[in-house]
């Protein structure tokens, strides 16, 4: 990004993809709950955000390509 750019939609629902994750595996490793089943928690927020991305608001759509 050159500076004086705005951060896009685009880059904010990328993430918003990884946040949950992140925190899900920050979860799995100092709570005594299992990794896959802390990760795979984090993955239904991270699965909604993209399906909103890719579906309900895709790239190309209201004039942004």
Partial sequence: MVPGDS????????????L???????I???LPVGMAVA???GSV????????ALFY????EH???
């Fill in 7 to 18: 951060v896009s939609r685009y880059d904010l629902l990328l993430a918003a993809i990884a």
């Fill in 20 to 26: 949950p994750l992140v925190v899900a595996g920050v």
């Fill in 28 to 30: 799995g490793a100092l």
């Fill in 39 to 41: 990760l795979g928690a």
């Fill in 45 to 52: 927020p991270a699965t909604g955000t993209m399906g909103y």
């Fill in 57 to 60: 608001r895709p790239p190309g």
């Fill in 63 to 65: 004039g942004i390509a």
